[in-house]
């Protein structure tokens, strides 16, 4: 069993800073690469930024320069620094691991979400 747990969102004025993290948990032999994503109401869900094990990363173009996805491997977290954020940012935020359990088995995990909200 593996299971991935969020926590840091919440509500933020605009301009505001939030961090995101995700921690997984369970028969993980290795995470290779990690993500994040959002969904906000009435949206498709889109990719926010992803991070390979080398530390390799992407990011929508709608966050660039203002968010920055990082890693811990040996604490199995992946982390999202949000700033500047405005009420566009406001969704529910995912984080998303693609690894590889004791077993051998490859497959992708999801977290929960959490809610981040930007409002004045």
């Known amino acids: 069993q593996v299971q991935l747990v969020e926590s840091g969102g919440g509500l933020v004025q605009p301009g505001g800073s939030l961090r995101l993290s995700c921690a997984a948990s369970?028969?993980?032999?290795?995470?290779?690469?990690m993500g994040w994503f959002r969904q906000a109401p009435g949206k498709q869900r889109e990719l926010v930024a992803t991070?390979?094990?080398?530390?390799?990363?992407t990011y929508a173009d709608s966050v660039k320069g203002r968010f920055t996805i990082s890693r811990d491997n040996a604490k199995n977290t992946v982390y999202l620094q949000m700033n500047s954020l405005n009420p566009e940012d406001t969704a529910v935020y995912s984080c998303?691991?693609?690894?590889?359990?004791?077993?051998?088995?490859?497959?992708?995990?999801w977290g929960q979400g959490t809610q981040v909200t930007v409002s004045s």
């Open positions: 369970g028969n993980i032999f290795i995470i290779n690469d």
């Open positions: 991070i390979t094990r080398g530390g390799s990363t």
């Open positions: 998303n691991m693609k690894l590889t359990t004791t077993r051998n088995l490859i497959s992708t995990y």
